[in-house]
């Protein structure tokens, strides 16, 4: 027994010793290789090796200082970050790494922790450094509108037509109420400033007006048939800050104040004489919404929480959200995002799926395309920067953005939105025991054009 565990016990030292030798040959392999890939401009092999090598347990600041040199060099710069900092973290003092790293976060625009970078630098390199980061200030400008196409014609055969659907209601309605959209007009100016090395601002004020028409058809003089144009007027200021965390996890916060005035016709319906009394009625709402998100980078992925409490018409309404971008390349030349929010008021749930591509036509040109589909009533997007709580419900969304940069420092946008919306009519029947009312759903289609200018300086 003695000498089964004697030679047990042997074997097993020998096992554990070639192991070893095993992996020491292993990682010599991988630094002697590495540096000849990295010296000789194969780059795709050196991709191969560094994963084979960290899969395998191998991991020095050798190999990835050279692997995130050479993702920075074929322009994939979220993956540059990533290894360039696992390179500082095994040498921390390192010059060559950060001055790569340094770059690396200019290129991806991510201005809070390339200062971070600096402070960690020696004196005598910060004022160069800090020379290089420039434009942080932007101011941004943008207007536009929106028109409005109905699948049917505004007149009486359209809103009193008979309900063949609805055997109860006999022959047409005696008269009915719509309350249409016409058109949308929309501007913003907005400030983005730093505020400390962590924290990043952007302020703006916004206004809205929506043009609408309500209308009351009549039957055979029964009541007054007569129209109202009134515009609901928004006014919006909104702010939010982009806060870099530890273990470079970013914190969004963003709040939106707004204030609507309508002034609009309200109708009074006597159910015995069947006429109506008029009177001219303003409106106000303060409404408030709020954004809470985060993000962070896992190489080619980057996944986004979020949650909202909003107070929007009187109601307290809460958002979740979740969204993940994943970038082939490496850098925003391509990326595909997919996303889905849920909204709950009161006991009400809306599901809203959105998917978006976003790419480079060419060094000045640029592209996203988006779609949604769900309800889209009141939903938040961009950290609370759009709010969509206009009363029409939106049921589908979707367009394409373009942008060209003139320089650095310049750039100009221009967006178009597809919008389809629903709004509601009421009809008023006369059956054999009353007058009855019915709500119909009134389909329309929104075209939305946005021009936007930003300025960094």
Wanted: glycine fraction near 6%; charged fraction near 20%; include cysteine.
């Amino acid at each position: 027994m003695r000498k089964l565990i004697f030679v047990f016990c042997f074997f097993s030292c020998i096992t554990i010793g070639w192991s070893q030798s095993q992996r020491k040959l292993k990682e010599s392999f991988v630094d002697s290789a590495s540096y000849v890939y990295f010296t000789q401009g194969k780059h795709d092999a050196l991709v191969v090796l560094t994963d084979k090598a960290l899969s395998s347990g191998i991991d020095s600041y050798y190999l990835r200082v050279r692997i995130g040199v050479s993702y920075f060099t074929k322009n994939e710069f979220y993956l540059a970050v990533i290894h360039l900092r696992k390179a500082i973290a095994f040498y921390p003092s390192d010059m060559y790494a950060k001055d790569f790293l340094f770059y690396a976060y200019l290129y991806t625009g991510n201005l809070e922790e390339a200062k971070l970078l600096i402070v960690k630098m020696p004196t005598t390199y910060q004022v160069a450094y800090r020379k290089l980061i420039v434009n942080q200030n932007s101011f941004a400008f943008e207007s536009g509108f929106q028109t409005t196409n109905y699948a049917n014609s505004q007149d009486t055969s359209v809103f009193l037509a008979k309900d063949v659907s609805d055997t109860s209601l006999h022959g047409n309605a005696i008269y009915a109420e719509s309350d249409r959209m016409k058109s949308i007009q929309y501007a913003q100016i907005g400030m983005g400033y730093p505020i400390s090395n962590r924290i990043k601002g952007y302020s703006g004020v916004s206004m809205v007006k929506n043009n609408r028409e309500q209308h009351i058809y009549a039957r055979e003089n029964l009541v007054k048939d007569t129209s109202n144009v009134y515009a609901l007027t928004q006014y919006q200021v909104y702010t939010g800050l982009t806060i870099t965390m530890p273990k470079h996890v970013n914190l969004l916060v963003g709040g939106q104040y707004m204030y609507y005035a309508q002034d609009k016709l309200y109708a009074n319906y006597d159910t015995i004489t069947w006429k109506y009394s008029y009177q001219d009625s303003k409106t106000t709402r303060n409404n408030f919404v709020s954004n809470f998100s985060l993000t962070k980078s896992f190489q080619k992925l980057i996944p986004m929480v979020s949650i909202g409490v909003n107070r929007i018409d009187g109601l307290t309404m809460m958002q979740y959200a979740s969204q993940i971008s994943y970038l082939p390349f490496g850098n925003f030349k391509f990326a595909v995002t997919g996303g889905f929010s849920l909204s709950k008021e009161n006991n009400a749930a809306r599901k809203v799926y959105f998917a978006k591509l976003t790419g480079k036509i060419t060094d000045y040109l640029w592209y996203d395309t988006y779609f949604y589909a769900g309800n889209l009533k009141n939903l938040t997007e961009g950290n609370a920067y759009v709010v969509y709580n206009i009363s029409d419900k939106i049921t589908l969304k979707s367009g394409f953005n373009l942008t060209y940069y003139f320089n650095q420092k310049i750039s100009l946008a221009c967006r178009y939105d597809l919008l389809k919306r629903e709004s509601s009519y009421y009809r008023y029947y006369t059956t054999f025991k009353a007058t009855e009312t019915k709500m119909y759903a009134d389909k329309y289609i929104n075209n939305s054009f946005i021009l936007s200018l930003l300025w960094k300086f």
